[in-house]
């Protein structure tokens, strides 16, 4: 009953599963930080690019005259580009009103994702909402006459790149 030989073996096997669950939470947790600041980034380059009103950056030749579609396409996270990206301007005031809203009127945009925790074991560990706004003041007016670079109150979901009607961006 005194041989050792293999108690290392056992030991690392109890605490093998411990370490490597604390390894991949660490690693995930830093997955997820990563898409938050990437929201954040994105937010406050899309609140920028509707302060002003105009999207030199955007490739009107393809038809992606729209701030959303730029954003969209500057996502570097992977869940970002996966899950997809949900991108909404809003006018913060009470009541919401659409139009007009004018030079020095605040703006607010809203972006956000579901992040998927362990996503790359293949299991349903669930998800957390990321969410990242930034509030703008105008430089130019808001016209909602189609000469805009952006839409107040429309949702655009990067995944499945369609626009849907949302007031107040819930």
């Given at each position: 009953m005194r041989d050792q030989s293999g108690q290392a073996l056992v030991?690392?096997?109890?605490?093998?599963?411990?370490?490597?669950?604390?390894?991949?939470?660490?690693?995930?947790?830093g997955l997820a930080f990563n898409s938050q600041?990437?929201?954040?980034?994105?937010?406050?380059?899309?609140?920028?690019?509707?302060?002003?009103?105009?999207?030199?950056q955007c490739n009107a030749a393809d038809g992606n005259s729209q701030i959303?579609?730029?954003?969209?396409?500057?996502?570097?996270?992977?869940?970002?580009?996966?899950?997809?990206?949900?991108?909404?301007f809003y006018n913060p005031a009470p009541g919401n009103p659409a139009v007009p809203l004018n030079r020095g009127d605040p703006v607010k945009v809203k972006l956000s994702s579901n992040f998927e925790w362990f996503h790359y074991t293949g299991l349903d560990f669930g998800t957390t909402p990321i969410?990242?706004?930034?509030?703008?003041?105008?430089?130019?007016?808001?016209?909602?006459?189609?000469?805009?670079?952006?839409?107040?109150?429309?949702?655009?979901?990067?995944?499945?790149?369609?626009?849907?009607?949302?007031?107040g961006c819930a």
């Open positions: 030991e690392f096997a109890i605490i093998l599963p411990l370490v490597l669950m604390i390894l991949l939470g660490v690693i995930d947790f600041n990437d929201e954040s980034h994105l937010a406050n380059v899309a609140v920028r690019l509707a302060d002003v009103n105009l999207c030199t959303v579609k730029y954003v969209a396409q500057q996502v570097d996270t992977k869940q970002l580009t996966t899950n997809g990206l949900t991108i909404c969410v990242a706004t930034v509030t703008g003041r105008l430089e130019q007016d808001y016209h909602n006459d189609g000469t805009d670079y952006y839409a107040l109150n429309m949702k655009y979901d990067s995944a499945t790149h369609t626009s849907s009607p949302d007031p």
